[in-house]
């Protein structure tokens, strides 16, 4: 079965401490896997894939397939990266994602 | 700029009321769909609609229905509301072109709370 873990549901950081927030997916094909973020009265809106590698806002992501991880880092947390994170696998060509339970992270000054 | 809109920011209905839930996207997708967001949840897929007309059942369907009569915009309908469907509402939109359709934009979300 096609699944997406987070298995943190709150992660609580000091401001400048480095951050990992977990995903782990199950899935059968060639997985493409998102981080999706949702700031504080903000919309949900696409933070990275791993397919294009990039670096956004100082968050990278490797896919690791050995581990089925995709797990989100970023060296130095700052107070702006507070908000609710979601893992997301791709369904295929369907355009279709299937969404982790999500994680909020909280950095702390 | 992207934009998908939904009717309400807060509903409060009745148990057993008919309660209509409207999106509309301005950029054109192909691809409309309908969440629910729960604390511990995540996001839930409750429909999908990937042209005019055309719907496909989610993970949790039950309890609801959707309507696409225009592609700009996908109705959700809770036939008789209960309590349990109290929860954060999402729409999303996204492309059908291959490389971008995991893309997906959220609306607002409607807050809906069924007393």
């Known amino acids: 079965a096609q699944r997406v873990t987070q298995p943190e549901k709150l992660l609580s950081v000091f401001k400048g401490a480095p951050v990992e927030l977990k995903c782990n997916y199950s899935?059968?094909?060639?997985?493409?896997l998102f981080w999706y973020v949702q700031y504080s009265r903000q919309r949900l809106q696409l933070l990275l894939r791993?397919?294009s590698r990039e670096s956004i806002k100082g968050f990278t992501a490797d896919l690791n397939k050995g581990e089925t991880s995709f797990h989100l880092k970023k060296p130095f947390a700052q107070e702006e990266d507070s908000a609710m994170y979601y893992c997301?696998?791709?369904?295929?060509?369907?355009?279709?994602?299937?969404f982790g339970q999500g994680t909020t992270l909280q950095v702390k000054p | 700029d992207v934009k998908v809109t939904q009717s309400s920011r807060y509903l409060v209905k009745r148990t057993g009321e008919k309660v209509f839930l409207e999106c509309v996207q301005d950029?054109?997708?192909?691809?409309m769909f309908w969440y629910r967001q729960d604390p511990g949840l995540g996001l839930r897929l409750i429909y999908f609609?990937?042209?005019?007309?055309?719907?496909e059942k989610g993970d949790i369907p039950e309890g609801y229905s959707v309507s696409r009569e225009k592609k700009e915009r996908f109705s959700l309908i809770l036939e008789s509301a209960s309590t349990n469907q109290t929860s954060m509402y999402l729409c999303?939109?996204?492309?059908?072109?291959?490389?971008?359709?995991?893309?997906?934009?959220f609306g607002p979300g409607t807050r809906l709370l069924v007393l």
């Open positions: 950029m054109d997708h192909e691809n």
């Open positions: 999303a939109s996204s492309s059908r072109i291959r490389d971008t359709q995991e893309t997906q934009y």
């Open positions: 997301a696998l791709s369904q295929g060509n369907t355009g279709k994602l299937i």
């Open positions: 791993h397919i």
């Open positions: 609609s990937y042209d005019v007309k055309m719907k």
């Open positions: 899935y059968s094909g060639s997985p493409e």
